[in-house]
């Protein structure tokens, strides 16, 4: 015949299921402030590539201040669309490749 557990053994039983409860719940919570973590650096670094690329675009082109966000977007569009200017964007691309490929 088992034996029957007293009182106080299940409710040892219960402080110790929810104590590793606890422990589960707090190990998730650090695994999401870990994800939001990097998720918030990729947006950073996003945001920073973004500041700094229209602030060139600004410095060699300074007319473009003057457009507005949806003009600015044709005008870059069009500009893109232009063979040459594909072109060179296309060899740009391939040299970085290359040089990241060898370790540059």
């Known amino acids: 015949m088992p034996k ?3 009182i ?6 219960i402080a ?12 998730q919570q ?4 870990r994800a939001a973590y990097y998720e918030k650096g990729d947006r950073r670094k996003r945001a920073h590539r973004l500041i700094t690329r229209g602030a060139a675009i600004e410095s060699v082109a ?3 201040k003057v457009l507005s966000e949806t003009e600015f977007y044709a005008f ?3 500009a893109l669309a232009i063979p040459e200017v594909k072109g060179l964007l296309m060899e740009a691309v391939n ?3 290359k040089n990241e490929f060898r370790g540059d």
């Open 4 to 6: 029957q557990k007293t």
């Open 8 to 13: 106080p053994e299940p409710k040892a039983e």
């Open 16 to 27: 110790a299921n929810e104590r590793q409860l606890a422990q589960l719940r707090h190990k």
């Open 30 to 33: 650090q695994l999401e402030n």
């Open 62 to 64: 300074p007319l473009a």
């Open 76 to 78: 870059a569009e069009k």
């Open 95 to 97: 040299e970085h490749n």
